[in-house]
């Protein structure tokens, strides 16, 4: 299967321009989740790449919305996002709870979108009590959807500790990426059954960089990757899609 790279530009670039720039120095297909303002001008301009939203809302009102400030999952499917990250832990650590994370991905399920939730531990303990608290952000976010809606779900194992902005920026290493990758997929199977359990892709974020990347791919039982700083790098990110690319 292709592995999947998504590039996560948190709230960069500052401009339109250089938002422009960056996407267009990317050479191959990606997942490009720019900030939302720039979302429809790029998905009209670079039509071989797809695109996502950082976030949206849980409510999704048939008719007018009072949610000043709120972006909907059909706006953002009607102004060309095929993805929505949900879960991210910089959302998180500004209020976003699994119970809300679980509505958001419910909305951004039902309006045909393909979620990216993100899960990951904020601390790696020696005992193993960090798989607890993946296990419930798997339980809470994915419960109550419809195990066809399940389809569309990509899961990202990215530990908070390891993205590059946090004080300790270190990638994960492989063997412990691959470890929590198969703990992932068990708890999976009573959520989504035993074959789709199988199939929804499990992803690595969190530091990874041109030198990283392969081993992650090749060593770390994961389908894919998301990057967040080296993303705005169209040289490193092109080649994090190389070595990808090369890899089946
Ligand atoms: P990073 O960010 O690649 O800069 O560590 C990843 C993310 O937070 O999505």
């Known amino acids: 299967m ?17 938002a422009k720039r960056i996407a267009g120095e990317i ?21 071989k790449m797809s695109f996502g939203v950082q976030d949206l809302f849980w409510e999704n009102p048939p008719a007018g919305g009072a949610y000043t400030g709120e972006i909907s999952a059909a706006m953002a499917k009607n102004i060309g996002a ?25 909305t951004a ?69 691959l470890r929590t990758a198969i703990f992932i997929r068990r708890m999976l199977l009573p959520i989504a059954g035993d074959q789709l359990a199988r199939q929804i892709p499990i992803i690595y974020g969190g ?7 392969e081993q992650f791919l090749k060593e770390g039982g994961i ?3 998301l990057v967040g700083s080296q993303s705005l790098i169209p040289k490193n990110f092109n080649e994090i899609l190389k070595i990808a690319n090369k890899i089946k």
């Open 2 to 18: 292709k592995k999947i790279i998504i590039a996560n530009w948190k709230m960069n670039p500052q401009s339109l321009k250089e």
């Open 109 to 177: 399920l039902k309006n045909g979108l393909k979620v990216i939730f993100c899960i990951g531990e904020k601390e790696r303990d020696s005992e193993g009590e960090y798989l607890n608290f993946i296990k419930d952000q798997i339980n809470e976010g994915l419960k109550g959807i419809p195990r066809k809606l399940l389809t569309n779900l990509i899961i990202v194992y990215e530990p908070v500790w390891a993205i590059s902005s946090h004080k300790s920026t270190k990638a994960d290493n492989p063997e412990s990426a």
């Open 82 to 106: 095929k993805y929505a990250i949900i879960g991210h832990s910089e959302r998180r650590e500004l209020g976003d709870t699994d119970e809300i994370i679980n509505k958001k991905i419910k």
């Open 27 to 47: 050479k191959t297909k990606a997942i490009i989740c720019p900030p939302f303002v720039y979302l429809a001008e790029l998905s009209a301009k670079f039509k």
């Open 207 to 213: 530091s990874v960089d041109v030198k990283n990347a």
């Open 223 to 225: 389908q894919g990757l």
